[in-house]
């Protein structure tokens, strides 16, 4: 297992710097801190919303957004968990794109979370992500693994299953003694039984985002290794750039800190949470100041005042 970036845990989060956060490009927080880019088990992630809520509330968060893969349905109980917690919430969901061939996660934040553009859309990427589970299932089963699709769906239990899914499957049945072993003997890219997953282009999920009321931020450029597309999608309507990432060093973090400011996007980060599906939670590796969060909400406000929500 990769080991977690930025694992020297604070002991009090809320007077502590965001630690995978580089001093030179932090000032005071204005109150606190957040993470954007959580999933529970309304797609990927092992938390419940309560769970998530409550590891949050443990650590001193101040504000959360719910980033299920192409999905907001867990939006409703975080929203509530979090009000409960007195912790502010931001909606937000995460798409698979494309631009130029590369693949790109966008983080959708502030969407109306009854958009019926959205929901429709993301209706789709469900059902492709449910075919594509038939599909990794079929090959799994051409390698002579007996592994059932019904068996992955009872685990995923939502609309969004993925890849993790598949992996927690072929450990419970006893195939892969864990989830690492399940990615790079099968489900990793170019893997027997990866499959590729259904991208839309990375201007449309813009738009789609856009009309839903919300800001579009690229997930992880380090992961995706998308630094040269950031310029184009910025002038695309990209909104915002998630600078501040578990598995960002914090040179790549202070890199694309100064990409932000350059291409004039917003600076957004979290941990990526998908909670125990990869042993420790990941939740508590990145505290975004509070101060992003207030600079997201004014350009949301702004998009909003220019830009009405187009239904
Ligand atoms: P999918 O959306 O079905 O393609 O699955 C992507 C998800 O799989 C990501 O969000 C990660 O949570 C997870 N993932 C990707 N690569 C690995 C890996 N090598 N080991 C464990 N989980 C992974
Ligand atoms: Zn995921
Ligand atoms: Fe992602
Ligand atoms: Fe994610």
Redesign the pocket.
């Given at each position: 297992m990769k080991p977690e970036a930025g694992s020297q845990r604070p002991e009090d989060g809320r007077r502590s710097a965001a630690s995978v956060v580089p001093a030179s490009v932090l000032r005071p927080p204005s109150s606190g801190f957040a993470d954007l880019h959580l999933h529970t088990i309304f797609s990927?992630g092992t938390y419940t919303p309560e769970e998530l809520t409550g590891r949050a509330q443990q650590l001193g968060f101040a504000a959360l957004a719910l980033t299920d893969?192409d999905t907001v349905e867990g939006c409703a109980r975080m929203s509530a968990a979090c009000q409960q917690a007195g912790l502010e919430f931001i909606p937000a969901t995460e798409l698979?794109a494309e631009f130029d061939d590369n693949e790109l996660h966008l983080l959708g934040y502030f969407v109306d979370t009854q958009n019926p553009r959205l929901l429709a859309e993301m209706a789709k990427f469900q059902k492709v992500r449910q075919e594509r589970i038939h599909e990794m299932v079929a090959r799994l089963n051409q390698l002579d693994i007996p592994l059932q699709a019904d068996a992955v769906f009872a685990i995923a239990n939502c609309r969004s299953p993925?890849?993790?899914h598949v992996g927690r499957a072929l450990v419970a049945g006893g195939f892969c003694s864990g989830?690492?072993e399940a990615?790079e003997r099968f489900l990793?890219k170019n893997r027997p039984a990866w499959v590729p997953?259904f991208k839309i282009s990375a201007l449309d999920a813009i738009g789609l985002i856009h009309q839903a009321g919300g800001l579009a931020a690229m997930a992880h450029p380090g992961l995706n290794r998308t630094d040269k597309i950031i310029p184009a999608l910025a002038s695309a309507g990209l909104d915002g750039l998630e600078c501040f990432h578990t598995k960002h060093t914090p040179a790549a973090s202070e890199r694309y800190v100064r990409m932000a400011k350059e291409f004039n996007l917003a600076i957004t980060g979290g941990s990526d949470c998908?909670g125990l599906s990869?042993g420790k939670p990941l939740i508590g590796t990145v505290k975004l100041p509070y101060e992003y969060v207030e600079k997201l909400k004014s350009k949301a406000a702004n998009r909003k005042s220019v830009e009405p929500l187009n239904r």
């Open positions: 990927d893969h698979t993925g890849r993790p989830l690492d990615f990793k997953k998908h990869k």
